[in-house]
């Protein structure tokens, strides 16, 4: 029997790790922390389920998380809601429901938002070309296009502009000007058509845990507070990793540590030159700070709720605070409040909402991510008047705490930027040169939005595993 070694049971490497383990591998999984989950686990605190992170499944049960637990026959639940985004522009609001691919929905997000009403043609020729994706192949041509660049063939209306780039930084966290414009049409289109997008019953963590289970249960070992220290090459292959407790060999060695910080476990020597140079160049994506309330009432309706104020330039944003500057503007907030669709996260009458947005990964001094966690809270207070006298506690998370908690190089909100010139071919693959090692996750061979493009990538890595060993 083949033994399969996984790094991190981060979703990539979870799905991976319970997928192999299906096919009848021996599988271990190391995990460096003292949870399941990586930066998509979840706590408990004071009764309240909190996500690590901020998150929520663009295409839950009909997306790639739900199809690995299908295949793996997790017990794993997806709730929604529809309406399920509440859009607030400045002081316009709308709502719009699962699926909002018609010309109503369109035409209010365009009103919402401000878009010139000479431009409301172009506005729905432009989201109904960003809504045309079937198939990957449909959208290679747009891949290393700019989505800035896309969005000007069309128009300059500014509202327009940001309409799209707050919809880029939700979906994959960066500004329109590096964004693949083929990327976003995938994310966005597959999106807006499934009509699912939704949450997990108890908590974001039940994803990463219920996948485990399954591993588990088909005698796979899970060994946690056990980081891998090196993976161990002999004559260009595989042969097992060093651990905080010793040596554990393997005939496979799949790595969801990121592709960097799995360089640097198997030694920048095992590789050629250029492969290291190229890899230590590829970007991230942003990070993000999140304020979590834990509430004794309900204070919304609708599970997610988007602000943004008119005009807001999120490179701007980010180029201000990268300068040392205080950024001028008020950043967008991403608002879900899960426990409206799912009670079993807050004890009864209670509720739990999570604000968050997109910064840099590095600042230039602590008083600006003091200025935006104080502006993100303001702006909470602000569209949710009395909240303050309903908080049972307050839980900030800013990089640091999700540099830490995940292990990575980075605190970055998803993994490598989806930019028009780090994706498709050129972005990495499963395999690597060392014969035997393969990365998961979302810096790895996957298409989609955050947690999903990582379980994608453990789809597509273990049909190229299983076609190429036989674990039976």
């Known amino acids: ?118 431009n409301y043609w172009v506005a729905f020729k432009i989201l109904n070309k960003l809504l045309s994706a079937n198939t990957l192949e ?7 296009v700019p989505l800035k660049d896309f969005l000007y063939q069309y128009t300059d209306d500014p509202e327009l502009h940001t309409l799209i780039a707050i919809f880029c930084g939700l979906l994959i966290a960066i500004p329109i000007e590096e964004a693949s414009t083929g990327e976003f049409m995938w994310c966005f289109s597959t999106w807006a058509k499934t009509a699912s997008c939704a949450y997990p019953r108890g908590g974001f963590g039940e994803i990463c845990n219920s996948y485990i289970k399954t591993l588990k249960k088909n005698n796979g070992i899970v060994r946690i507070d056990e980081g891998v220290k090196d993976i161990k090459v002999t004559n260009n292959r595989v042969s097992g990793v060093e651990t905080n407790k010793g040596f554990y060999p393997a005939d496979i060695v799949i790595s969801n540590a990121g592709i960097k910080r799995t360089i640097e476990l198997a030694g920048e020597n095992q590789f050629d030159e250029p492969f290291v140079n190229q890899t230590t160049a590829l970007r991230d994506s942003l990070a993000a700070v999140t304020i979590k309330y834990a509430l004794d009432y309900k204070p919304v309706d609708i599970p997610i709720t988007l602000y943004c104020d008119k005009g807001f330039d999120l490179k701007e944003f980010i180029d201000e605070i990268s300068q040392g500057k205080i950024p001028k503007s008020n950043p967008p907030l991403f608002i879900p409040c899960p426990s409206v669709i799912d009670n079993t996260l807050a004890p009864f009458g209670k509720h739990i909402l999570l604000a968050g947005t997109a910064v840099p990964l590095s600042y230039k001094n602590n008083e600006q991510l003091k200025e935006i966690i104080d502006r993100v809270d303001k702006k909470v207070m602000e569209l949710f008047p009395g909240i303050d006298d309903h908080i049972i506690f307050k839980h900030t998370t800013d990089v640091s705490y999700i540099k830490k908690m995940s292990g990575r190089h980075a605190g970055d909100a998803i993994g490598l930027a989806q930019s028009y010139d780090q994706v498709w071919k050129n972005r990495p693959g499963h395999q690597t040169s060392i014969e035997g090692l393969y990365l998961v996750g979302s810096d790895a061979g996957g298409n989609g939005i955050g947690t999903e493009m990582a379980a994608d990538s453990a789809l597509k890595l273990d049909e190229l595993i299983t076609q190429k060993y036989d674990f039976k």
């Open 1 to 118: 029997m083949k033994k399969v070694v996984v790094i991190g049971s981060g979703v990539g490497g979870s799905a991976i790790a319970a997928l192999l383990a299906k096919q009848g591998a021996e599988v271990h999984v190391f995990e460096r922390n003292n949870f399941l989950g990586g930066k998509a686990a979840s706590y408990v605190r004071d009764g309240f389920t909190c996500d690590m992170g901020i998150h929520y499944t663009a295409r839950g049960d009909n997306g790639p998380l739900g199809i690995v637990a299908k295949k793996v026959s997790a017990d794993l639940q997806f709730i929604t809601e529809d309406p399920f985004l509440h859009l607030i522009w400045d002081n316009k609001s709308c709502k719009l429901p699962l699926k909002f691919t018609g010309l109503v929905p369109l035409a209010k997000m365009a009103l919402t938002t401000g878009v010139k009403i000479k």
């Open 138 to 144: 449909d959208v290679e041509p747009y891949n290393d």
